[in-house]
């Protein structure tokens, strides 16, 4: 199982930035995938989940309208559109998998977890 997460970089204050996530070594559209994130001396945090079919996400209260999640079943891509960056986003970014269709938000609902990819929100 491999999830290979990139798409980070710095970025100025109210910038965007688009992650992608590419899945192998399961059955990608059988699972659930999710966003968390964790900066320096923090708890892991969830950022956004969305079932399989794609049909419904949820995301944390700190990024509700300004991230997007997103996946596409025929790449076995996740995607999260990052808009309206703050520095209080800059964190390591991960993908993650879990089994089954409905909303997961707590980071031990996940089997399988990527890297990280580093995001920094700096002017």
């Known amino acids: 199982v491999q999830l290979q997460a990139s798409g980070g970089g710095l970025v100025q204050p109210g910038g965007s930035l688009r992650l992608s996530c590419v899945a192998s070594g399961f059955t990608f559209n059988k699972y659930t995938m999710g966003w968390f994130r964790q900066a320096p001396g923090k708890e892991r945090e969830f950022v956004a989940t969305?079932?399989?079919?794609?049909?419904?996400?949820d995301y944390g209260d700190n990024v509700k309208g300004r991230f997007t999640i997103s996946r596409d079943n025929a790449k076995n891509t996740l995607y999260l559109q990052m808009n309206s960056l703050k520095p209080e986003d800059t964190a390591v970014y991960y993908c993650?998998?879990?089994?089954?269709?409905?909303?997961?938000?707590?980071?031990?609902?996940?089997?399988?977890w990527g890297q990280g990819t580093q995001v920094t929100v700096s002017s």
């Open positions: 969305i079932t399989w079919t794609g049909g419904t996400a």
């Open positions: 993650a998998a879990g089994p089954g269709g409905y909303i997961r938000v707590g980071p031990y609902e996940y089997d399988y």
